[in-house]
């Protein structure tokens, strides 16, 4: 109905009447891979702390007989996220991959497959899944969205500025943000600042929650005195108490890194 090229051709877009008949998808763990690409960098090849072999042995163990190991991985510096060369060069080459394989894709109706880096299936995906080198371990969930726990707001703009949307990269490449109402509320002027400078910077899509830990807490202990809270999911937002609870420790974990910047 409020597709043009539908309504001329007489055809519904699900049979290809629509002008452009790409395919979405989504993706999530880029922030892990890079991650643990760089940490197998570190520990491998220059420090040569642990072999490849043994490194990935733990690893599918899920690290049960290596605390020691385990310890020094958690505690490594985070790199997606950080507006280092190294860094965006290795997402982009990565995701330069991924889209020389989607664009040789056709649908039936002449389309290809455009891709994104973040997704709210994050949490989902990552139950089901085996632990990595970036820190996370087996069934926890990936990395959120274009975010990092490390780095300033400026820096984490100034990496996703740098990231390439071309070809087949921009089904939803989200910079997400938890920010403390306290930090606002003593720099409103500045936070204006920041959102234009980031504008002009360039990015494809922002999200944030502006929303203190002690509030998530407490209604997640009392979801009947929160009835109305809402929070930004991906694309979308949704009531805090219908999220399942793995979904709001993640979010009330995230406000806690938050309120430690």
């Given at each position: 109905?409020?597709?043009?090229?539908?309504?001329?051709?007489?055809?519904?877009?699900?049979?290809?009447?629509?002008?452009?008949?790409?395919?979405g998808v989504t993706t999530v763990g880029l922030g892990n891979v890079i991650d643990s690409l760089l940490n197998i960098k570190e520990l491998v090849f220059e420090k040569r702390l642990i072999t490849l072999k043994e490194l990935n042995?733990?690893?599918?163990?899920?690290?049960?007989?290596?605390?020691?190991?385990?310890?020094?991985?958690?505690?490594?510096?985070?790199?997606?996220?950080?507006?280092?060369?190294?860094?965006?060069?290795?997402?982009?080459?990565?995701?330069?991959?991924?889209?020389?394989?989607?664009?040789?894709?056709?649908?039936?109706?002449?389309?290809?497959?455009?891709?994104?880096?973040?997704?709210?299936?994050?949490?989902?995906?990552?139950?089901?899944?085996?632990?990595?080198?970036?820190?996370?371990?087996?069934?926890?969930?990936?990395?959120?969205?274009?975010?990092?726990?490390?780095?300033?707001?400026?820096?984490?703009?100034?990496?996703?500025?740098?990231?390439?949307?071309?070809?087949?990269?921009?089904?939803?490449?989200?910079?997400?943000?938890?920010?403390?109402?306290?930090?606002?509320?003593?720099?409103?002027?500045?936070?204006?600042?920041?959102?234009?400078?980031?504008?002009?910077?360039?990015?494809?899509?922002?999200?944030?929650?502006?929303?203190?830990?002690?509030?998530?807490?407490?209604?997640?202990?009392?979801?009947?005195?929160?009835?109305?809270?809402?929070?930004?999911v991906w694309g979308f937002s949704a009531y805090f108490n219908d999220l399942p609870e793995d979904y709001q420790n993640i979010l009330i974990n995230r406000a806690i890194m938050a309120e430690s910047i």
């Amino acid at each position: 109905m409020f597709t043009g090229q539908c309504n001329k051709s007489r055809c519904d877009i699900s049979d290809g009447g629509a002008q452009y008949n790409n395919y979405g998808v989504t993706t999530v763990g880029l922030g892990n891979v890079i991650d643990s690409l760089l940490n197998i960098k570190e520990l491998v090849f220059e420090k040569r702390l642990i072999t490849l072999k043994e490194l990935n042995k733990a690893r599918l163990s899920d690290f049960k007989k290596d605390d020691k190991l385990y310890t020094i991985i958690s505690n490594m510096n985070k790199h997606y996220g950080h507006d280092d060369k190294l860094t965006i060069e290795l997402a982009n080459k990565i995701t330069e991959a991924m889209a020389d394989v989607a664009k040789n894709y056709k649908n039936k109706f002449g389309g290809t497959v455009k891709f994104g880096l973040s997704s709210p299936s994050y949490n989902k995906r990552g139950m089901n899944a085996n632990g990595d080198l970036s820190g996370r371990k087996a069934r926890e969930a990936f990395n959120t969205h274009i975010s990092c726990s490390d780095v300033t707001y400026t820096e984490l703009v100034g990496f996703a500025s740098k990231l390439d949307y071309t070809e087949q990269r921009y089904n939803g490449n989200v910079i997400d943000f938890f920010i403390s109402p306290i930090m606002i509320s003593g720099n409103k002027e500045k936070f204006n600042l920041f959102l234009k400078g980031a504008i002009f910077m360039g990015f494809f899509q922002m999200q944030m929650n502006l929303m203190d830990s002690k509030t998530l807490i407490d209604a997640k202990k009392n979801p009947n005195r929160y009835p109305g809270l809402i929070v930004r999911v991906w694309g979308f937002s949704a009531y805090f108490n219908d999220l399942p609870e793995d979904y709001q420790n993640i979010l009330i974990n995230r406000a806690i890194m938050a309120e430690s910047i």
